[in-house]
């Protein structure tokens, strides 16, 4: 099947002709659309406190996306408190590490980050198990499987419920009319069950940007064929770039 149309799981950027979109479309002759599959929102002061949550008590944070940042920090900045410089951060990637340095000085901290899977964050929290855990995350956890591993591995931890995920209604949507889909993030994998209960795959081409979004598709049942960052492709664009030159020219021979 060739692909012809490409959905984008996220909002359209501000200037598309000078984006890696507007590149591939005019490589390859293909349409591309954007549709963000939730809305994330931070939850206000009172719902936060319902946690008791006391910020003094943690010795080590865990990060598993910029959300979380963004949303932790917010909190704290309305509070008007923050950490001790002997808290250590522990953050799924180095993308969400380097974000820190939005929030804290990041050469007075200890950081450390991950290559983007959930085993190898918690194998570098294991080392650290003496300490006790603050892990800010969605009111909703189901698409998050660190939570189970750190069960597992019985660390200390508690979540922090900083941000809440509003799926969006999908349903205008021709969700077949597309050969290829892409998604950046889990909440993405679980907004396409939710509007598309009965959704088959069949030959869709799936693309996922992150090992979080990998294992979220398996866990649903659907066949990832794009995957970034690898060695080979450290952009979900030049693995997309590469599926289609190989593809799209096979089926012109044919």
Same mark, same amino acid.
């Given at each position: ?8 799981? @996220?909002?359209? %950027?501000?200037?598309?002709?000078? *984006?890696?979109?507007?590149? =591939?479309?005019?490589?390859?002759? /293909? ?15 009172? @719902? ?15 990060? *598993? ?10 909190? !704290? ?27 804290? #000085? ?14 190898? +964050? ?11 855990? =603050? ?5 909703? #956890?189901? /698409?998050?499987? !660190?939570?189970? +591993? =750190? ?18 209604? !999908? ?14 993030? %889990?909440?993405?994998?679980?907004? +396409? ?7 088959? @795959?069949?030959? *869709? /081409?799936?693309?996922? =940007?992150?090992?979080? /979004? ?10 990832? $064929? !794009? #995957?970034? %960052? $690898?060695?080979?492709? %450290?952009?979900?664009? #030049? ?5 289609? @030159? ?9």
């Amino acid at each position: 099947m060739k692909v012809q149309n490409i959905l984008f799981s @996220q909002n359209p %950027p501000g200037n598309l002709e000078k *984006t890696p979109y507007a590149q =591939l479309s005019k490589k390859h002759g /293909v349409n591309i659309d954007f549709y963000k599959f939730f809305q994330i929102e931070g939850v206000d002061i009172e @719902q936060f406190k319902k946690n008791k949550i006391n910020i003094s008590e943690y010795s080590a944070v865990v990060f *598993t996306s910029k959300n979380a940042v963004n949303h932790l920090y917010g909190i !704290l900045k309305e509070l008007n408190i923050g950490f001790s410089v002997e808290v250590k951060f522990f953050c799924i990637n180095q993308s969400v590490a380097f974000y820190l340095k939005n929030f804290v #000085t990041y050469r007075k901290r200890k950081i450390y980050y991950g290559n983007g899977k959930a085993e190898d +964050l918690v194998r570098m929290i294991e080392r650290n198990r003496d300490r006790k855990f =603050l892990l800010p995350c969605s009111v909703d #956890t189901s /698409v998050n499987p !660190l939570l189970s +591993l =750190l069960d597992e591995k019985e660390i200390d931890y508690e979540k922090a419920e900083v941000f809440q995920i509003k799926m969006a209604d !999908l349903r205008h949507i021709d969700i077949n009319a597309y050969e290829m889909i892409v998604f950046f993030s %889990p909440f993405g994998i679980q907004s +396409l069950q939710a509007n598309f209960p009965k959704y088959k @795959q069949n030959e *869709t /081409v799936i693309g996922a =940007l992150g090992h979080q /979004v990998l294992e979220a598709a398996k866990e649903a049942g659907i066949k990832v $064929t !794009l #995957t970034a %960052p $690898t060695k080979e492709h %450290p952009s979900i664009f #030049t693995a997309i770039d590469e599926y289609l @030159q190989i593809s799209n020219s096979s089926k012109k021979q044919k």
